[in-house]
């Protein structure tokens, strides 16, 4: 399994999918730019000992990234889906792709594979969306619970 942060900005998150990719052997991609140092004190405090256990991509550019695809499907995981994270079959050589904190996935993606967006409900109207480290365990434990069979 996969997981993809397109443009991350915010150390902590990135930290703590970090850890979530070490528990679940997920490999971690992310894409730039990055509105962090790789070596920021606050992304290795927050992956904690982890990083040594993570196995783990910079690509420069979607494009880049896009390049080197040679197998699996892309989900991308954005609010306002009609989708849900738990109808597609994961398959381990999978990719699940997070956006930015702040700003979500850019559109030219969600219309390029408007048929592969997923999103998990929000259950209270007033809530615009879940933090990015949540929203990655959260679909990233469905895909491995298929995937395992637990």
């Known amino acids: 399994m996969n997981v993809v942060l397109y443009q991350p900005e915010i150390p902590p998150n990135t930290g703590n ?6 528990a679940t052997g997920a490999t971690l991609h992310l894409i730039g ?7 920021d004190r606050e992304l290795k ?8 256990h993570v196995t783990w991509k910079y690509w420069k550019s979607w494009d880049e990234f896009c390049a080197a695809l040679t197998a699996g499907n892309l989900y991308l995981v954005e609010t306002g889906g009609t989708r849900t994270y738990t109808e597609p079959h994961y398959r381990p050589e999978d990719y699940l792709v997070f956006g930015r904190e702040t700003a979500g996935l850019p559109p030219e993606l969600i219309v390029a594979y408007h048929d592969n967006i997923i999103t998990i409900p929000m259950y209270n109207p007033s809530a615009r969306s879940i933090n990015l480290a949540n929203s990655v365990a959260i679909v990233l434990y469905e895909a491995m619970r298929q995937i395992k069979g637990f």
Not at 33 to 39: T, V
Not at 45 to 52: I, L, P
């Open 17 to 22: 999918v970090a850890r979530l990719c070490a």
């Open 33 to 39: 730019p990055l509105g962090f140092r790789l070596d």
């Open 45 to 52: 405090r927050a992956g904690m000992d982890y990083w040594q």
